[in-house]
């Protein structure tokens, strides 16, 4: 009965790690145009018409520094060494930024978690 009961306890503890990672609701998506050494090219694409008219009109800051602790995680949720960003260059990425506007983790996703997204952005706007 003991075996039984320890079986079920790790069963249950292992479910959420074959659910799928999960992204925070803060999640800006876009692409990685480039990477230097002071930061990355981040194009975001959740910008309405407003915002792309503006950005004819003023130029839109699009090169972001990274923050010192950045965490770089690839489609299937292994951790990235800020070195393998040019691995991840034109792909579509996921970013959340910190209080002084640096990027603090970025996501690589995959085509479900884009589709999600999107969905996701469409409910929030009318």
Do not use: Y
């Amino acid at each position: 009965m003991k075996k039984l009961i320890a079986t079920l306890c790790l069963l249950c503890l292992a479910l959420p790690a074959l659910a799928g990672r999960l992204l925070p609701d803060g999640l800006v998506v876009g692409r990685l145009a480039g990477v230097d050494d002071s930061g990355i090219e981040f194009v975001r694409s959740d910008r309405t018409l407003l915002q792309r008219l503006s950005a004819l009109i003023a130029i839109e800051p699009q090169h972001f520094a990274l923050a010192t602790g950045l965490r770089v995680f690839d489609e299937h949720n292994r951790f990235l060494l800020s070195g393998q960003l040019n691995a991840l260059k034109g792909r579509t990425i996921g970013v959340t930024f910190d209080q002084q506007g640096n990027i603090n983790r970025i996501w690589a996703l995959g085509d479900d978690e884009i589709e999600a997204q999107k969905q996701r952005q469409a409910q929030i706007q009318p």
